[in-house]
């Protein structure tokens, strides 16, 4: 039962791509598209719209799937992994660093020929990635509780940015120097100055637990907590984080 869930989930991440630009409305299903061998659990996902690709981290699998949107395709496998976890693709750099849980290491690949290329090692359970294009710094989730900073170009590690628990998501503004950073295990979202590398407020997270998931428009100043138990979405306005709506969701939500 396992490999139909993971083809659903890319199936529904193609659709919501391809919404961005369209008129707003429900999602429907156009299509799925299989990963024949691919076994259990997949994580996060991350596009390269240039090129119509998807790359899909399939945890469980030690791989990340390379998928082509336009036929609707997987055209390579990258192998080796240790429970991949989250993955960006740098645009300008033609580079795809690939975050592993198990081992804590951040793995680039070139983005046309997916040759391995160098290594950054973290002390253990790499997750989620995210790129400031203004800084050219990754940010990786990693830990008992802290965010890394990476030079996006070379891999050089620039520092730690430390938090009270694991973060799960997280997403960076790019009109100021916030990070919104979700800490499950502390019943909070983190907010913190990536200037300074301090958490400069702390947002509860109120009637709700296992706050994962995370989307953020910051053009009208909302931020989107999935939570799991129960399965909610909060919306919290983002000039002092108080929940202005909460929505029914998935049990399990894992990404926004």
């Not at 083809?7 to 919404?19: G, H, L, P, Q, R």
């Not at 961005?20 to 659990?41: A, C, D, H, M």
Request: proline letters at 6%.
């Amino acid at each position: 039962m396992k490999a139909p869930r993971s083809i659903f989930v890319v199936a529904w991440f193609t659709i919501s791509a391809m919404a961005q630009s369209s008129q707003s409305g429900p999602l429907e299903l156009e299509r799925t598209i299989p990963l024949p061998k691919v076994e259990g659990r997949i994580d996060h996902m991350t596009v390269d719209l240039g090129n119509q690709r998807l790359f899909v981290a399939a945890l469980e699998n030690n791989t990340v799937e390379v998928l082509d949107l336009g036929p609707g395709r997987r055209i390579y496998t990258i192998r080796g992994l240790n429970e991949p976890q989250g993955l960006v693709y740098l645009f300008e750099l033609e580079k795809i660093v690939v975050a592993n849980g198990g081992d804590g290491a951040c793995r680039y690949f070139d983005g046309r020929s997916f040759r391995p290329l160098n290594v950054v090692q973290l002390p253990d359970d790499a997750d989620n990635v995210r790129y400031d294009a203004v800084s050219k710094r990754l940010y990786v989730g990693y830990g008992k509780g802290a965010l890394g900073i990476l030079d996006a170009a070379t891999g050089q590690r620039l520092g730690d940015i430390k938090l009270e628990g694991h973060p799960e998501s997280f997403q960076l503004e790019k009109y100021s120097p916030r990070i919104f950073v979700n800490v499950p295990t502390a019943g909070h979202v983190a907010v913190v100055d990536r200037e300074k590398r301090v958490v400069a407020a702390k947002w509860p997270v109120p009637q709700a637990a296992e706050n994962f998931p995370m989307a953020l428009d910051e053009a009208d100043h909302r931020l989107f907590i999935g939570c799991r138990k129960p399965g909610v979405v909060l919306v919290l306005e983002t000039v002092r984080g108080q929940v202005v709506a909460r929505l029914n969701s998935a049990g399990d939500a894992d990404d926004l």
